[in-house]
């Protein structure tokens, strides 16, 4: 099993998640992060004054994918999160050794 966390753009989330869907992976978690990396945030003004947003807001999407299916996974979250501009995010991969389903007791691909 994979673990893939994708660190994207705010609006693009439902687009990789419909993605995501046609495919077969339903199950993911989604979290409001902030980060910076080349694109170096930008100024902003407000009232008058200027003031540098450092910290760009984004959404990390984590899911646990069978060995077989990942790579259609990241093709998939590569085509709907693409804009083709500084900022699209990154993509990583990760290998899981176990999952547990809490309620049943269910392990490896059969609790994801």
């Known amino acids: 099993m994979k673990k893939i966390e994708a660190i994207i753009k705010p609006f693009k989330?439902?687009?990789?998640?419909d993605g995501l869907g046609q495919i077969g992976l339903s199950g993911l978690t989604v979290s409001e992060?902030?980060?910076?990396?080349?694109q170096k945030g930008h100024t902003e003004l407000y009232?008058?004054?200027?003031y540098v947003v450092d910290f760009l807001p984004k959404v990390k999407i984590e899911l646990i994918v069978d060995d077989k299916n990942y790579?259609?996974?990241?093709?998939?979250?590569?085509k709907h999160a693409n804009t083709g501009k500084i900022g699209d995010g990154k993509i990583f991969v990760y290998e899981v050794s176990e999952a547990i389903r809490i309620?049943?007791?269910?392990t490896g691909d059969e609790a994801v």
Do not use: H, Q, S
């Open 13 to 17: 989330l439902e687009d990789v998640k």
């Open 33 to 38: 992060v902030k980060g910076f990396g080349r």
């Open 47 to 50: 009232r008058g004054a200027e």
């Open 71 to 78: 790579k259609k996974a990241i093709e998939v979250i590569i």
């Open 103 to 106: 309620r049943t007791g269910e």
